[in-house]
């Protein structure tokens, strides 16, 4: 079996007038199709640049990284687009759902990058909102419910173009506990069905749903078994 994510000897550092600054350094780590897994580590450490980096959002000075046998740094900016809406789903702590839009329109938004015909799109927006309890809210918008709602339908909004990997930074960082739970327990779903996920968190809570975990601590990466 083929890697679903690769990841080789890594590095990235941010340059100032004060001299250069070493976020991630030499970061190796494979993911394999159906795998979950946890990358933790305090506030500052680098996850969010390294998730950036997975998505093909941030550019690296040395390694690869490939995705779905991809090598991001290869790929043109339209290239990085069309990946980051079909290859990907990509969820934030901070939801970023569009106000302008009801939960329904948010979810569909992605398969219109992908060029899926409006009808389709609708008819998927609304399978997958009814998968995660949220039919009843379709035409409301973002502000209109309550944050795990909103949480739930970002997830939606992530996987309704069926992508073989999920990233996830922090997607319980806004949440109660209760809420934390249903997302993990959703996130936990859909790795069950066969989806990759990488979760980046702070939350040891939220890491324990991971199979494998990895420790980030000043711009190295470690893997440490979960006690679960």
Not at 17 to 24: N, P
Not at 65 to 78: I, Q
Not at 98 to 127: F, H, I
């Amino acid at each position: 079996m083929k890697p679903l994510l690769e990841v080789s000897d890594v590095c990235l550092s941010y340059h100032s007038i004060s001299g250069e600054t070493r976020v991630l350094s030499h970061i190796s780590f494979s993911l394999f199709p159906g795998e979950f897994l946890a990358v933790v580590g305090p506030s500052g450490c680098g996850k969010s640049t390294l998730m950036s980096i997975l998505c093909g959002i941030e550019q690296i000075e040395e390694g690869t990284c490939k995705v779905n046998g991809l090598e991001l740094k290869k790929l043109t900016d339209r290239e990085l687009a069309s990946f980051r809406s079909t290859q990907i789903g990509i969820v934030f702590q901070s939801f970023f759902l569009d106000e302008a839009r009801t939960l329904e329109e948010n979810v569909e938004m992605p398969m219109g990058y992908s060029g899926v015909k409006k009808k389709r799109r609708r008819a998927q927006a609304q399978k997958v909102l009814e998968e995660f309890h949220l039919a009843e809210l379709a035409k409301k918008r973002p502000s209109q419910v309550s944050g795990g709602e909103q949480q739930r339908a970002a997830v939606a909004r992530a996987i309704v173009n069926h992508p073989k990997l999920l990233i996830a930074d922090e997607p319980t960082g806004n949440l109660d506990e209760e809420n934390t739970k249903n997302v993990m327990e959703l996130l936990t779903g859909l790795n069950e069905n066969g989806m990759g996920i990488i979760l980046v968190t702070h939350d040891p809570y939220a890491a324990s749903f991971a199979k494998r975990k990895y420790v980030l601590e000043h711009g190295v990466l470690k893997e440490e078994r979960n006690r679960n």
